[in-house]
């Protein structure tokens, strides 16, 4: 077992008095989003052809295609998406997009639907969905 020795201690505790804090107050001060990072998808409805390949693709099965109008449009269920953009990939249409917008934390599964029929905007401002 490795002794420690006073001195030593000490004068590291004394440095880290002077010294900036390491981390953020987040959330009033948010850290600038680094690049290539994964936020929730974004679903352009007027884009979509229903032709489900995200559903078919998702390796977390964490997108449905439910009946909106008549038409089949993907449910895309946030809880269980491990955002590795297959989904993003795949769609012919560009349907979905990717985003940086990654604060998703919620008290309320209900919250984390990307449902078919919100747009970008109402997704911001619920919360993320």
Request: a positive charge; charged letters at 25%; one cysteine or more.
């Amino acid at each position: 077992m490795r002794k420690v020795r006073l001195p030593q201690m000490l004068t590291e505790v004394a440095s880290s008095l002077f010294r900036k804090p390491s981390t953020y107050q987040y959330p009033f001060v948010k850290s600038k989003v680094p690049e290539g990072a994964r936020g929730r998808q974004v679903f352009h409805p007027e884009r979509c052809i229903n032709c489900g390949l995200c559903a078919r693709d998702c390796p977390a099965g964490a997108i449905e295609m439910v009946d909106v109008s008549g038409k089949k449009m993907p449910l895309i269920h946030l809880e269980s998406c491990i955002f590795c953009y297959v989904c993003v990939e795949n769609c012919p249409r560009n349907a979905l997009t990717e985003s940086t917008f990654y604060e998703l934390a919620s008290a309320e599964k209900e919250s984390l639907l990307l449902r078919p029929t919100e747009t970008e905007e109402s997704a911001k401002t619920t919360g993320g969905c």
